[in-house]
């Protein structure tokens, strides 16, 4: 399929050391029919003889010109029918491809207008995939701003802006809204003209196949003092101008009574659901729910640095409380005030305590992630409404393409990565493992454990195991907290994920692993039973169930998976030898959970029950 | 000992100083380049030899290096696997 013309106008705006390293980075790559149009101060030496060659031409300007007037320059001698690509010249371009790819995606649909990039350090940090603006502060936040890059955001994603550092601006919009700059020269200026492509009708995309690099820029106390001013300054005006527009990003409002700041899979997908509720214009006012009298801590930060979730915890109260959800345990369900009030929780055992169920009555509805759940709170003679609002996974940072690494021995790995407990059934795991495998093959478990309880010591529980030392070898990480961002790696870095325990409210890291193409091994009950199947995943069969652990307040009176070692070792072996057939299976789930099971549907389930469907 | 020292004695004690510091800066250097260069198994193996340890604190090596803490570490995943793989040492001969 033919596409129209491109012109590609690299505004040189740093040194003209950095302008040449941009010029013979792009002339490395290939630029097919594109025009090309070089806007920076002086002679325009630093163009390297490929692209003057190629026909490419130089604009001089001078060294205070501001964007805008750089473009125009640049747009006189362009073919008033080509799209346009703008670069600035601080980024490098490490793909031979990225034009192509620019040029695809903003031709793969019809009302696609802006391209963007992911943006990058060569230090191997993210400086961007994105950008949006909450109207509480009107700052243009950067989405995965300084992450460590792992290739997250791979995909093509619709977002509220792009940086027009590295940008593909299809002719209809230029046609439609002029050329971008415009008033600011800043990163406002990007954001303006991405709102002003969107209120047009064009789509503003970020291309997760296309990552330019670029440099940490260097500046003084000087630069940076005046770089804020002038900022604040656009700030101003952009709220100014935006605010009715911005202001009309939410349709409904809840207030979020959970916990962030914990270890823990609440706290994890708390912040996940968030941020989906956030994208899918609900207004969240965040609050601790938890505090004196609890079992959760008595407080928690009230900033973290993390911009999004700081907001939405310094949203003030509404004047009347409204829709209110307890994203919590069943036992604190009563605490926080509502017009209407709905309870959310989870169990990893067949039934709810009566406190729980209690609670849970007073609500006006119930939201459970699973149906083993609903069951549960059914069975426990829960009467009100109860519906099942599954969780997810992002699938920006949980994908089959993120960077792993890999053990260089070349050992297959089975990864598992739980908090120490019976529920998870480490001695189940760690004897069946031992006993399949031997010392001598190239296998290994690697066991990511947590364990908070003072009271357990972990080396003297593994040797109670009495784990033989010719038998399958067994790695352990111990009491390490990763970056959320970066959790994908790890799962890359194994070749099978094995949740073999008792029972789960749901067990975020199965399914984050299989999100990332991992072939898994999970217990045939509980949460699992709602979204594996044979299909996905190498179910693990349960003897029937027993007793679940009377210490837990929570779990007396229940029951739990009683997994089957048998065909635990039965499976591992399967696993160990068919790696093809597991392959496949992983790269099954992955297509699965990534169509199926994102935050983006919790929250667009959330969203129907707000509209009362 | 005397209250006070020989004037001979004062320099052999100097240059008793000075050599015991130019040893110390050698050790040092040594130990930040072992500490650079070897994995947490080697460290941990050859803090053991130097204090006149068995290099290896228990006949089961899965458990080498964990520390037991209750406390959380963060970490990055890229260094804390490849200290992991590290730690493995070379591979068993598949075929035996």
Not at chain 1, 58 to 76: G, N, T
Not at chain 1, 176 to 191: E, L
Not at chain 1, 440 to 464: A, F, G, H, M
Not at chain 1, 498 to 515: F, H, Q
Request: aromatic share 10%; with cysteine; proline share 7%.
């Amino acid at each position: 399929m033919s596409h129209p013309p491109a012109t590609v106008v690299v505004l040189g705006t740093g040194s003209p050391d950095l302008t040449r390293t941009c010029l013979e980075s792009l002339s490395r790559t290939r630029l097919e029919d594109a025009r090309g149009l070089v806007v920076s101060p002086g002679s325009g030496a630093e163009m390297p003889e490929k692209l003057r060659n190629g026909g490419w031409i130089h604009a001089s300007v001078s060294a205070d010109a501001p964007l805008a007037a750089r473009l125009a320059a640049a747009m006189e001698s362009a073919d008033p029918k080509s799209d346009l690509v703008v670069v600035r010249s601080e980024f490098e371009f490490p793909q031979a491809d990225w034009l192509e790819r620019l040029r695809a995606c903003a031709h793969s649909a019809p009302r696609s207008g802006i391209v963007g990039c992911r943006l990058a350090l060569a230090g191997g940090k993210l400086l961007h995939a994105g950008t949006y603006v909450l109207p509480d502060t009107y700052w243009v936040q950067e989405i995965g701003h300084f992450e460590k890059d792992v290739r997250q955001f791979a995909s093509v994603r619709e977002v509220e802006g792009v940086a027009l550092s590295g940008a593909y601006i299809r002719r209809e919009v230029l046609e439609a809204i002029g050329a971008p700059f415009g008033d600011f020269d800043s990163v406002f200026g990007d954001a303006e003209y991405c709102l002003r492509a969107r209120e047009a009708g064009f789509q503003v995309l970020c291309c997760g196949a296309v990552t330019l690099l670029g440099r940490e820029p260097w500046r003084t106390a000087k630069d940076l003092d005046h770089e804020l001013r002038s900022l604040q300054r656009s700030r101003h005006a952009f709220r100014d101008r935006w605010h009715a527009v911005l202001g009309q990003r939410y349709v409904h409002e809840v207030s979020w009574h959970s916990i962030l700041e914990s270890p823990t899979g609440y706290a994890v997908s708390c912040a996940e659901l968030l941020r989906a509720l956030d994208r899918n214009r609900v207004r969240v006012i965040y609050r601790y729910a938890y505090g004196p009298g609890t079992p959760g801590p008595d407080s928690e930060p009230q900033e973290t640095g993390d911009h999004l979730l700081d907001v939405l915890r310094a949203r003030p109260d509404p004047p009347e409380p409204g829709y209110t959800v307890s994203y919590t345990q069943g036992d604190i369900f009563e605490r926080p005030p509502g017009r209407y009030r709905v309870g959310y929780t989870m169990l990893e055992v067949d039934g709810f305590p009566r406190e729980w169920v209690r609670q849970a009555s007073e609500m006006d509805e119930v939201w459970v992630p699973t149906e083993f759940n609903r069951r549960g709170f059914l069975d426990s003679g829960l009467k009100k409404p109860l519906f099942v609002i599954p969780l997810g996974i992002d699938p920006d940072h949980f994908h089959p393409d993120i960077a792993g690494y890999p053990n260089p021995l070349g050992d297959f790995v089975f990864l598992s990565s739980f908090e120490w407990g019976p529920r998870k059934a480490p001695d189940l795991l760690l004897k069946t493992f031992n006993e399949t495998f031997k010392a001598r093959e190239p296998v290994r478990l690697l066991c990511k454990i947590t364990n908070r309880n003072p009271s357990i010591r972990i080396v003297d529980e593994i040797r109670r195991f009495e784990l033989q030392e010719g038998g399958g070898r067994i790695s352990f990480i111990l009491n390490r907290q990763f970056p959320y961002s970066e959790l994908g790696s790890l799962y890359r870095s194994a070749d099978c994920y094995v949740s073999a325990g008792r029972g789960e409210g749901w067990d975020l890291p199965l399914m984050e692993a299989m999100a990332c193409g991992l072939p898994a091994i999970a217990t045939d009950w509980g949460a699992h039973t709602d979204y594996t199947h044979e299909g996905i995943c190498y179910l693990l069969r349960s003897r029937g169930t027993v007793p679940a652990d009377p210490t837990n307040p929570y779990y007396r009176e229940f029951r739990w998976a009683d997994p089957d070692p048998d065909h635990l070792r039965a499976l591992l072996r399967e696993v160990y030898e068919d790696r093809d057939g597991a392959r496949r299976r992983g790269l099954a789930a992955a297509a699965e959970i990534a169509a199926k099971w994102t935050w983006d549907h919790t929250a667009m389930r959330i969203f129907a029950r707000l509209e009362g469907e | 000992m005397t209250g006070e020292s020989s004037p001979a004695e004062m320099a052999r004690l100097r240059a008793r100083i000075r050599e015991l510091e130019r040893a110390l800066r050698r050790k040092s250097a040594v130990l930040r380049i072992l500490e650079r260069e070897l994995c947490l198994r080697d460290s941990i193996l050859l803090t053991r030899v130097a204090a006149s340890g068995s290099p290896y604190p228990d006949s089961d090596p899965s458990l080498f290096g964990a520390s037991d803490t209750i406390g959380l570490r963060t970490s990055d995943v890229e260094s804390t696997l490849a200290q992991v793989w590290r730690s493995l040492g070379t591979p068993p001969d598949a075929a035996e």
